[in-house]
């Protein structure tokens, strides 16, 4: 019978095989070798490629940070290679046996990190101050209401809500306005801007402002539950005619049903417990806990950027909203594969 041993626990014989400055080695390599998936994760969302202003600072900020970790960290291994290797050789310690034995801690322990604290503080002020913009005549504010775990998103200028989707024009400061309806979340794209919390209580402010239209990944950045990791979102910026456009589709009410089977989809939405939570502008329905679904068809994604809106994935929500996401807020139903086809029917015509 061989011993169980807890994950990550070294057998008996395990310790020998490596040095203890081969492990810090791999271990630097390793962290190198990751730092590229630290900065966001995948080339959709990384804030090393940035599109604005804004989102240049805070990239210059990474490297900034990164520069000074990499210098730091070849140094400590230098000195720790070479004070092994003396050690390995039956030389005594180089650093212990000077008078000035304390010069190297003062000087690396105290006044080095203390240089580089206050440099990036400053550096890091410095830039939160240049984001930090004011509203002039063409600026635009957007509302985004953090939510367990999807984000609301209103025009408070327009008639406008929808969800997981923030559209805004290219060439014009647009206002992000952030709160929450529970916990602390946090509004990260990180090719466009930095990263602002949502926090119960008080509205926080987000600058964004590009030129370059395109469609842009987004993410929670702040453990908000379980769903935390799958709570994304996209902003589209687009030329101010398509914006203009999109805008004024999203203010009209939801379509009328074109056939009898998108009228008796809207007879189960309805009558099912959809309309506890959801709203259709133009029905009588006004549930404001889950996302608005006037204009749903016109949206890329579902639930919170996870999957593409399509008929099958909606479909698959509806029916089991928890084997996609468990622990959303949203229950599964036992609708009649016929209501739910006629149901999907008049999702799919709320363009
Ligand atoms: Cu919302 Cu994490």
């Not at 916990?183 to 602002?196: D, E, N, R, T, Y």
């Not at 402002?209 to 929670?220: A, F, I, K, M, S």
Request: aromatic residues 8%; glycine residues 10%; charged residues 20%.
């Amino acid at each position: 019978m061989t011993e169980r041993l807890p994950p990550g626990a070294r057998g008996p014989t395990g310790a020998g095989g490596t040095t203890r400055s081969g492990r810090a080695f791999g271990l630097g390599a390793l962290l190198v070798v990751a730092a590229p998936a630290l900065t966001g994760c995948g080339p959709e969302r990384t804030m090393l490629s940035p599109v604005s202003t804004d989102a240049g600072r805070a990239a210059d900020l990474w490297w900034l940070m990164f520069w000074i970790g990499a210098v730091i960290w070849t140094l400590v291994t230098a000195a720790t290679l070479y004070a092994l290797y003396r050690r390995g050789r039956g030389q005594q310690d180089p650093l212990a046996r000077r008078r000035w034995e304390n010069t190297p801690l003062i000087w690396g322990g105290i006044v080095l990190p203390s240089i580089v604290l206050v440099l990036v503080t400053g550096v890091t002020v410095d830039a939160m101050r240049r984001t930090d913009h004011r509203a002039g005549p063409g600026t635009m504010v957007v509302q985004v209401i953090g939510h367990q775990w999807w984000w609301e998103v209103r025009y408070p200028e327009r008639d406008v809500v929808t969800a997981n989707e923030v559209r805004v024009p290219a060439g014009r400061p647009v206002r992000i306005e952030l709160t929450t309806a529970d916990v602390i979340h946090s509004f990260w794209v990180p090719a466009l801007a930095g990263k602002v919390d949502l926090i119960p209580g008080r509205t926080n402010t987000l600058w964004i402002n590009t030129d370059r239209p395109g469609v842009y990944e987004g993410q929670c950045a702040e453990f908000c539950g379980l769903q935390h990791a799958r709570m994304r979102f996209r902003v589209v910026v687009a030329p101010e005619p398509t914006f203009r456009q999109w805008l004024a589709g999203q203010e009209q009410p939801a379509t009328e049903p074109a056939d009898e089977l998108a009228v008796r989809g809207r007879e189960v939405f309805l009558s099912a417990s959809c309309v506890h939570c959801h709203s259709i502008r133009g029905t009588a329905e006004v549930g404001a806990s889950g996302p608005d679904l006037t204009h749903l068809a016109s949206r890329d994604t579902l639930a919170a950027g996870i999957m593409p809106n399509t008929k099958g994935h909606l479909g698959g929500w509806i029916v089991d909203p928890q084997q996609v996401k468990p622990g959303a807020r949203m229950p599964g139903s036992d609708l009649s594969p016929d209501d739910l086809q006629a149901l999907l029917a008049y999702l799919g015509s709320l363009e």
